[in-house]
Each structure stands twice: as C-alpha cells, then as structure tokens.
T-cell receptor, first 113, second 109 residues
Framework: KAGVTQTPRYLIKTRGQQVTLSCSPISGHRSVSWYQQTPGQGLQFLFEYFSETQRNKGNFPGRFSGRQFSNSRSEMNVSTLELGDSALYLC????????????FGPGTRLTVL | TQLLEQSPQFLSIQEGENLTVYCNSSSVFSSLQWYRQEPGEGPVLLVTVVTGGEVKKLKRLTFQFGDARKDSSLHITAAQPGDTGLYLCAGPRTYKYIFGTGTRLKVLA
C-alpha cells in the first residue's frame, strides 16, 4: 500500500507571495492533518480535514488555510508569506478523525526569502 | 507551555553504547507514541504505549509507559549509526496529537 505523498518536496518563495502544498493520503484514509515543524517550535498542529470538512484547527493565523477533496486529497495554502513561515510542512493521514493513529508524509520544505 | 518535555535535547554517542531518552508531562495521557524522524523525512511511528507500567520491545528499543501515565522512556541497547535521528513522543489531546520537544540522537561509527 502506498504511503502518504506530498508535493512539492521543496519550495522557495519570497515574502508576500502565496503557496499551495498538496497531500495524498494512504488509500482508505479519510482524515488529513497538517503540521508545521520548525527548530524553535517543534511540531505544531495546523488543522485537520475529514470528509471534506475542516474539523479542528490549531492556533495559526487566517493566512493558513486548507481544503480537502472528495478523494481525500488535501491542499494547504499560505497567503502573504512571511519569513517566519519557513518550515517543514508535514501532512499525516489516518482512518478516522481526531486522535487516531497517524502516518506522516515526507513533508514539503518551504523557504521564504 | 510545552505539555511534553523531552530530555536530553541532544545526544551524541559511540556505536555500541546504551542510552535512554525521556518524555515527561505534568498531565495524564491515555496513551503515548514514539516516532523517529530522519533528515528530510516525516516522522515514522515506532510504538504506542497504552497501559500504565507497560513495557514494549522493538528489537534493541525498549519503551516504557510510566505507572501514572505521565511519562515514558525509550531505551536503546547497543546503539547503531542507523538509530541516528530525531525521536519524538506524542500524546493525544482532545482532537489532535501534542508532540514533545524532541531528542536529536547521533550515533557515531
């Protein structure tokens, strides 16, 4: 069974631009969660999507948004990029929503210049 | 306030040595998970401990959940360079997982 895939793996943007990241969950998994990982803050929860609906949200500004499609694939968008948005963005899929066992993708490394 | 504190933050040891890393909290968790993350990759789940006092072994790795379910430890016997990585503990909190601060381990050949 294929694992979680994320595209692109690396991205370089400049301040003020926007970016869209993509995540394909494991087949049969309906929940996708997004995390931001930085050296200073560690792994922090952004939001979770289940059945095309955002179910839970972490403490991030509205510039961070996402959506989920009917095939469970998810996209995350960050608008008006700031230098501090440079991070590894990870998505994780699970069968059920909430605190179910998660399987992580390899991440997208975003660098904001 | 970090709910899950891990120690040590960094650890560099020689191949063949033993080591223990800790995950501590002042809160009770229904379960705790341990992940290993290698550079450029996402975290990979190693184990989930559920019962207070539970001990699980995964080859040279031994995981223990504290009796009060507030802490956990990971012991590696005869560490190998392939054990190098970031070790993260995580616990469920309502609708999401809280991750610990991480222990970055480097095993030198």
């Amino acid at each position: 069974k294929a694992g979680v895939t994320q595209t692109p793996r690396y991205l370089i943007k400049t301040r003020g631009q926007q970016v869209t990241l993509s995540c394909s969950p494991i087949s049969g998994h309906r929940s996708v969660s997004w995390y931001q990982q930085t050296p200073g803050q560690g792994l922090q929860f952004l939001f979770e999507y289940f059945s095309e609906t955002q179910r839970n949200k972490g403490n991030f500004p509205g510039r961070f948004s996402g959506r989920q499609f009917s095939n469970s694939r998810s996209e995350m968008n960050v608008s008006t990029l700031e230098l501090g948005d440079s991070a590894l963005y990870l998505c994780a899929s699970s069968r059920r929503e909430g605190a179910d066992t998660q399987y992580f993708g390899p991440g997208t490394r975003l660098t904001v210049l | 306030t970090q709910l899950l504190e891990q120690s040590p933050q960094f650890l560099s040891i020689q191949e063949g040595e033993n080591l223990t890393v800790y995950c501590n909290s002042s809160s009770v968790f229904s379960s705790l998970q341990w992940y290993r993350q290698e550079p450029g990759e996402g975290p990979v789940l190693l184990v989930t401990v559920v019962t207070g006092g539970e001990v699980k072994k995964l080859k040279r790795l031994t995981f223990q959940f504290g009796d009060a379910r507030k802490d956990s430890s990971l012991h590696i016997t005869a560490a190998q360079p392939g054990d190098t990585g970031l070790y993260l503990c995580a616990g469920p909190r309502t609708y999401k997982y809280i991750f610990g601060t991480g222990t970055r381990l480097k095993v030198l050949a």
